[in-house]
Structures are given as structure tokens and as C-alpha cells.
């Protein structure tokens, strides 16, 4: 350990008595970040869809940044593992506050519009990559055992609310101030997510680490050789890991579909596009606070199976909305399982991996989600656009039923 390394290391007593004012801290910031990240992706997919018209277009902005995200997600795994996450946090969240705000500029300049937003999107999607393991991590340095399933609730209960709030707004406001002026919100909500983190007790918990050997190359590749290591010695991870990318394949495989849903289906417009995200949100909000006082009195585990039937049967039923209002209602049952799965799966997370190597295994995770992800929405575009777009929305339901099935069983009391 370096002189460096050991200023910045807090005891575990200062951890334990900072922990629940630190959780606050980061669930406030996972919260307004989420919020102007998921105006920015909301105001960028109808913005694409008004000038192209296309879904394919669509697919391919969203995709690309995720390609670019698996190629440096190992170097981000092993940087999350070896730096103060709080650091790492406030570091993302300025980086992407800048490239935000600094596109608005642009499109006043008069820069080619879908390339600086297609610019815009492969950053902050790629440095969001690293956002959420980051996080992750940092709610277990906060929690303890019998704290997981409670502030894996707090968590996606923060994260579901900051999309509610984006859906709710986010029409309206590119009503009114079109995609410029949400890009600016959204960039200085990476302002108040920084100071969120900045607040946070500094340092970070002492963790049990191999010690660095060679070169720092060599040393980098034995991280990742370690974390791989974990993942392959651990089946149930590897599972869990499975099944989280394949929910998250299909929540951005119907984002591609969502805003053409809204056009072409439901006859509706930005504003009403707005109320299906704040629907989806809404449900979500609501699931994961009812997954955490469900689970008190049954294993987490139990209840993701029958999550994902409803998200799947919630989404099916979409192709076939007699009206905008069935819509958002099937986007608010969506929510509610989605918000129930994601709890089980961070819960489980939190339980089954060593805190010392969380941001290897969340990377791993999320690399393997990202191939999926871009496998997905690029399939989902090319249907929508090839075959229909009632078809899109149902291949994406079945992933959901897949999930459920890859997913490991729940596991026993303890």
C-alpha cells in the first residue's frame, strides 16, 4: 500500500458511523443524476425520430456508444476496485455535466445536428458505463448484511423516481424549450449529483485486495484475471449477471420503439410521449418500494419470475392499445415489475459478491449486458422498420420470459 492510498483509507468504525448519512448523500445524487440522464435520452430519441423518422436511426445512436462502453469496461471495472468510488462518482458526473452543456453550444453554431448529438450520446453513454458499477459499489461500501434488501429498495426506489420525475417533465419541456434547453437541465443535474457525492464521508473502507505486483499493466491484467477468476467459480453470479442483461437488453430494446409507439399507435405527441416514461417511471418508483416491503416477509428471489411475466404481459398488450390511456397503463404495470426485478437482482448482488472485487464482477455484468444491449436495439430497429413495429414490442416481451428462466432460483434463508 502506498503512503497515498493509506491517507485515503477511513477506519471501519468512521465507515459504519458515516454510512447512513453517506447513503443519503448517494441515493439524492443516483436520483437528480438519473433525472437529467433520462430527460437527455428521451429528448434525444424524439428529437432523432422528428428529424429522420426512422427507427433504425434511432437504434444505431443508442447502440454505438455501448459498443465503444465494452471495449473500456474492464479498465473501468479495475479503476473502481483500486480508487475511492466517491471520487470516481464526482469525477464522472463533471465530465458529463461538461460534454452536455457544451452541445447546445454547438447545435447554435451550426454543427451537423445528428452527429453532434450521436457525439454527445457515445460520451456520456460511455462514461455512464462506468456510472453504475461505480454506484453499485458504493452502496455496498455503505450497507451491511442486513441493510441490502432495504437500500437495494432506497437505491432503485432513487433511480426509478429520478426517470418518474424526467417522464413526467421531459414533454413538456421539449414542448417549450426544445432539445437545448434539456440538454442544459441536464447538465446542471450533473452539477447537483457532483456536490451530492462531494458530500459523502471521503475516503473509502478498507477491502481485502491482492497486493499489486510487475508493471502496472501486468498488475492491471491480473486484476481483470481475478475478477474473472470470481465469475467463473461463482455459477449463481454468472446467472444473476445473465438474466440482468437480458432485462436491461429488453428495457432499451422497447426504448427504440417507445417514441414510434407513441406516434404511430397511440397518435400522440412529445408531450404524450412524456407520459408513458413517467408511467414506466411511476410503476417502477412504486415496485421497487413494494419489493422492499415484500421481501420482508419472503426470499427476494421468489418474486422475480412472476416480475418478469408481468413485464412481459404488460408489454404485449401495448400493440394492441385501444387508446393512449391503455398505454400508459401497460407502461406503469411494466414499471412495477421492472422495479421488483431490479431489487432482486441488486439484493442478490450485494449478498454474493466480496465487496473488493464488486466493480470487476458489475463491469463483467455490464459488458456482457452492453453486446446484448446493442444486439437488441439494432434487431429492434431493423424489425420495427423491416417486418412491423408490433412485432418489435413482442420480441422484445419474450426476452423478458427469458430472463426469468436464465435467472438463478432463489436462495434459502439464513
Known sequence: MTEGEAGRIVSPQATKAAAPVSAVFLFAGSFVSMFGSDMNGIAVQWAVYEWTGREDVIALILALPILGAVLVMPWFGVFIDRSDRRAVGILLDVVRGAIVLATPLALVLGAPRLFVVGAMTFAVHLLSSAYFPNAQALVQEVSSPDRHVRYSSFFAGAIQGGSLVAGTLVGAMYTVFGLSG????????????????????????????????????????????????????????????????????????????????????????P???????????????????????????????????????????AASAIPASPSLAFGVAAFFVMGIGRGVAGVVILSRFLTDVPPYVMGRVQSAVQAFGLVLRILVMLGTGLIAENVSLPAAVLANAFLFLVAAAVAPPPRDRR
Not at 288 to 297: H, I, K, P, T
Request: one cysteine or more.
Open 182 to 269: 434539456v440538454l442544459v437541465a441536464d447538465a446542471a443535474t450533473y452539477g447537483v449529483s457532483a456536490g451530492c457525492y462531494a458530500a459523502m464521508r471521503r475516503g473509502r473502507p478498507p477491502l481485502e485486495r491482492a497486493p499489486r505486483h510487475g508493471s502496472a499493466i501486468e498488475a492491471f491484467w491480473s486484476d481483470v484475471k481475478e475478477g474473472l477468476l470470481f465469475l467463473k467459480g461463482a455459477p449463481v453470479v454468472s446467472r444473476l449477471g445473465a438474466a440482468h442483461g437480458l432485462v436491461l437488453a429488453g428495457v432499451f430494446g422497447l426504448q427504440v420503439v417507445t417514441a414510434p409507439v407513441n406516434r404511430d399507435i397511440f397518435g400522440a405527441g
Open 271 to 313: 408531450r404524450e410521449f412524456g407520459y408513458c416514461n413517467g408511467a414506466w417511471g411511476l410503476g417502477a418508483l412504486l415496485g421497487s418500494q413494494l419489493a422492499g416491503l415484500l421481501f420482508r416477509r419472503i426470499r427476494p428471489g421468489v418474486a422475480f419470475a412472476p416480475a418478469m411475466l408481468l413485464v412481459a404481459l
